[in-house]
């Protein structure tokens, strides 16, 4: 699984989200993470801050930041470990929060 992380320049909050994100995703899934500043060339209408998986751009439910939910939907519920990556993701949005506040 590759994720692309497409960043703001410099990176602020969501962004230090996604790459928390990223972060679980590549110690706990096997992930690779790349992280960019450009718009992909295969998806020129995505914004900065935005996570793509495998290509595909994960959209966030609320339209603004993509949360834990967001992330399974795309990996897939057939996943064994989906709970735990669950989990994980969720605990990465907690500790983000405490450093924003």
């Known amino acids: 699984m590759i994720v692309t992380l497409l960043?703001?320049?410099?990176?602020?909050?969501?962004?230090?989200?996604?790459?928390a994100y990223a972060a679980v995703l590549t110690e706990h899934a096997g992930a690779h993470c790349v992280e960019s500043f450009e718009n992909p060339?295969?998806?020129?209408?995505?914004?900065?801050?935005?996570?793509?998986?495998?290509?595909?751009?994960?959209?966030?439910?609320?339209?603004?930041?993509?949360?834990?939910?967001?992330?399974?939907?795309?990996?897939?519920?057939?996943?064994?470990?989906a709970p735990r990556i669950m989990a994980l993701l969720e605990d990465a949005v907690e500790a983000q929060a405490r450093e924003w506040s």
């Open 7 to 19: 960043l703001n320049n410099p990176p602020g909050g969501r962004c230090r989200l996604y790459r």
């Open 41 to 81: 060339p295969t998806q020129p209408g995505v914004r900065p801050p935005a996570v793509l998986i495998d290509g595909c751009l994960v959209a966030p439910a609320d339209g603004v930041i993509v949360a834990p939910e967001d992330i399974a939907r795309v990996l897939g519920p057939d996943r064994p470990d």
